[in-house]
């Protein structure tokens, strides 16, 4: 309980999950009537369990209240309200794989995908309605890393010129790592706090032999790896709501891909690598 008397659910914190379906629009659930604001809708959510990452608490309360199966959705960003005493952390999730929500405990009185024309039309939880407006506008961006691995490589004096596909599998594995366990939203100049962007990395030459890596996205060059990043990088621009960044230090690639809408940085962006 807050100082002021209010009071907050949760005593490691809370989180849950706005499911983002670009056909039919966002899972929002009516709140069943004894519960805090009852009657009002919000995202499907709930306590954190101690020790537990944000993002898994969200995944599990929606799994608990609405039923969303394991791998229908796709992390796209996270969104913290802190107070210091509590945060509430909002997972924002891309649906992959469509799916009809059940009510799967007492806490719910109706699920229903609405458009995000319609979502103000409800009666909004007060948490939930402050914070729409952010979320709505960040839920239509579509990040994409596009990762120039020969340059990755060799930025970094670890013998990659004796095994070009170990090296480069080494540089697949550290995006991996990014595409996993996120971005900082300040580093992507995006609202919220952690965003999962999507990852495609270009091979070229000796490197194509590198494995693919869970998580990343690998393009296999036929030839110049400079051309096939323009390639990807101008598919890639033609996506709803995408941002483009691209990782390479090559100017003459930089200058082709700043062309292009891009947003270009460093081997070393990132990883460090």
């Known amino acids: 309980m807050a100082e002021d008397g209010t009071k907050y659910w949760g005593r490691f914190g809370a989180a ?5 379906d670009d056909a039919r629009g966002v899972l929002l659930q009516q709140r069943v009537g004894w519960s805090h604001f009852g009657g009002t809708w919000g995202i499907p959510g709930g306590a954190m369990h101690q020790g537990e990452a944000a993002v898994d608490g969200a995944m599990r309360e929606s799994q608990e209240e609405a039923g969303v199966p394991d791998g229908s959705v796709r992390p796209l960003f996270t ?3 802190d107070i210091e005493i509590w945060s509430y952390t909002t997972l924002v999730a891309v649906v992959e794989t469509p799916f009809e929500p059940a009510i799967t405990d007492p806490e719910s009185l109706a699920l229903e995908w609405v458009p995000a024309a319609g979502v103000t039309d409800l009666t909004l939880h007060p948490g939930f309605a402050a914070s729409w407006p952010m979320l709505r506008d960040a ?3 579509r990040p994409v890393i ?5 340059n990755v490589m060799g930025s970094t004096p670890n013998g990659w010129w004796k095994d070009r596909a170990g090296a480069a599998g080494k540089v697949l594995s550290s995006f991996a790592d990014v595409a996993s366990g996120g971005v900082a939203a300040a580093e992507l100049e995006l609202p919220g706090a952690v965003w999962f962007p999507r990852v495609v990395a270009v091979l070229e030459g000796e490197a194509k032999a590198a494995p693919d890596v869970s998580g990343v996205v690998v393009e296999r060059a036929s030839g110049s790896g400079d051309d096939e990043i323009v390639a990807v990088v101008t598919r890639e621009a033609e996506r709803p709501g995408a941002v483009v960044h691209v990782v390479t230090s090559d100017r003459d690639l930089r200058s082709r891909v700043d062309a292009l809408g891009a947003v270009t940085h460093g081997a070393r962006w990132l990883t460090g690598a």
């Not at 596009?146 to 020969?150: G, R």
Request: glycine share 6%; aromatic share 6%; net charge negative.
């Open 16 to 20: 849950g999950l706005l499911a983002v």
């Open 79 to 81: 969104a913290v309200y």
């Open 139 to 141: 839920m239509a961006v």
């Open 146 to 150: 596009v990762v120039d691995v020969a």
